[in-house]
């Protein structure tokens, strides 16, 4: 299966008024590009399935207002799913990237917000850099296991996002710089 999507949405303007009653008109929202493209493979009438994802948003930003946004943000991912012995037994991973880039502004506004902290003094494992104007990450999970509908099931899994990784252009990311394990059964 292939999907593609692409959009452009014009520059948004609101009006205002100031603390004088003046009344004016401001940018909101600049001229973007967004690209996502998807594809996927089965394999052996579904018992392997291979797939890969980029998604891409470019911003023309010419308001110094909206330099906290990025300019451009892109992320890559791939995934792999197996089953074996009539899909009681599961393997799969997914591997994923992303590079952020802007104004200072807007990767100091990513460094700081609620899902990474950079500034944050417990965190001896990151370096938080104001002038910084790019934002680098990596995120996946991995798991195994044996599903089933009688008897036991049991799954061992572990999913990663790195601090640096950020997808909300596209997305949607809670938080990152987390590590997850877990056993079930």
């Known amino acids: 299966s292939i999907g593609i999507l692409e959009s452009v949405t014009r520059a948004e303007t609101a009006q205002f008024s100031d603390d004088n009653g003046n009344i ?6 600049p001229l973007t590009n967004y690209f996502v493209t998807r594809i996927e493979k089965d394999y052996n009438k579904g018992v392997t399935k291979l797939g890969a994802i980029f998604t891409a ?13 990025p300019t451009a943000a892109y992320t890559g991912g791939v995934n792999f799913d197996h089953t074996w012995k009539n899909k009681k037994y599961n393997f799969a991973f ?9 104004d200072a502004a807007a990767i ?31 995120a996946g999970n991995i798991w195994v296991g044996q599903l089933s509908n009688a008897g036991w099931s049991a799954i061992a899994w572990l999913s990663w996002q790195s601090p640096g990784f950020e997808i ?3 997305g949607y990311l809670r938080s990152a710089d987390d590590i997850t394990q877990m056993l079930w059964a």
Do not use: W
């Open 24 to 29: 004016g008109k401001s940018t909101v929202e």
């Open 57 to 69: 948003t470019n911003r023309k930003i010419e308001d110094a207002h909206l330099d906290m946004l």
């Open 94 to 102: 997914k591997l994923m990237g992303s590079q952020v880039f802007g």
């Open 108 to 138: 100091d506004e990513l460094q700081t917000s609620s899902s990474r902290y950079y500034q944050r003094s417990d965190a001896d494992h990151l370096t938080y850099d104001p002038t910084m104007t790019s934002l680098t990450g990596h």
């Open 168 to 170: 909300n252009d596209l």
